[in-house]
């Protein structure tokens, strides 16, 4: 088992450009979830899906961000018109069902850089 | 909502001497999980430690936790730190969701554990 697969590991971006980060989670599992990492911030919740549809998407800042999960085997977090504060570490995670109790298993991220 | 307030930023130790990370939490729910995640350099963050049971101790790799709901708190402690112990540590709590759609993690903000010889 690989474990949970992002891609790329880091990407640099020009101020408004787009970027796409992917994400293939752990075969059988239904349920992923992507946060943003900074050292102010900490893990932040973006978005996530159970069984391919959105559950819940609270986290996500709604004009430029958006995310896809077109079948079980990936997951697409898109920001559009990259800013400087887009600047982060965004990870995904996966679990089995997506249960109160169950662990997550984590990317190693995505580290994006907008100049 | 759901939150969680951890011992945040720069904790530096001396090995040898006792580690403690503060960790509360505030939740509508009775039957909250509660979570210690640490993210070591260049790997992916893992699950240290969990526990849904009011004043169990709950141990592994040295460090263990309580939940005690009375205080809303769930502090990582361990007695002596190791040099191996340096990482990101995050305290989080698990959600309830809605019935059947599964739930999501709330995380503190980190704290970035640093041992010294």
């Known amino acids: 088992n690989a474990g949970v697969i992002q891609t790329p590991r880091h990407k640099v971006t020009g101020k408004g450009q787009e970027a796409t980060l992917w994400c293939e989670p752990i075969?059988?599992?239904?349920?992923v979830f992507w946060y943003r990492q900074t050292i102010v911030q900490g893990l932040e919740f973006l978005t996530y899906?159970?069984?391919?549809?959105?559950?819940?998407d609270s986290g996500m800042p709604k004009e430029r961000f958006s995310a896809q999960m077109p079948n079980q085997s990936h997951s697409t977090l898109k920001i559009q018109s990259t800013q400087p504060q887009d600047s982060a570490v965004y990870l995904c995670?996966?679990?089995?069902?997506?249960?109160?109790?169950?662990?997550?298993?984590f990317g190693h991220g995505t580290k994006l850089s907008v100049l | 909502g759901d939150s969680v307030t951890q011992t945040e930023g720069l904790v530096t130790l001396t090995e040898g001497l006792p580690v403690m990370l503060n960790c509360t939490y505030q939740?509508?729910?009775?039957?909250?999980?509660l979570f210690w995640y640490v993210h070591y350099l260049n790997e992916s963050p893992r699950l240290l430690l969990k526990?849904?049971?009011?004043?169990k101790r709950t141990e592994h790799q040295g460090f263990h936790a309580t939940l005690h709901k009375s205080s809303s708190s769930f502090h990582l402690q361990k007695s002596s730190a190791q040099l191996s112990d340096s990482a990101l540590y995050y305290c989080?709590?698990?959600?309830?969701?809605?019935?059947?759609?599964?739930?999501?993690?709330?995380f503190g903000k980190g704290a970035k554990l640093t041992v010294s010889p």
């Open positions: 939740t509508i729910y009775s039957n909250p999980f």
């Open positions: 526990s849904s049971t009011d004043n």
């Open positions: 995670a996966s679990s089995s069902w997506g249960q109160s109790n169950e662990r997550l298993f």
């Open positions: 989080a709590l698990s959600d309830r969701g809605q019935q059947g759609t599964g739930s999501k993690l709330s």
């Open positions: 075969s059988g599992h239904s349920a």
């Open positions: 899906f159970r069984n391919q549809a959105p559950i819940d």
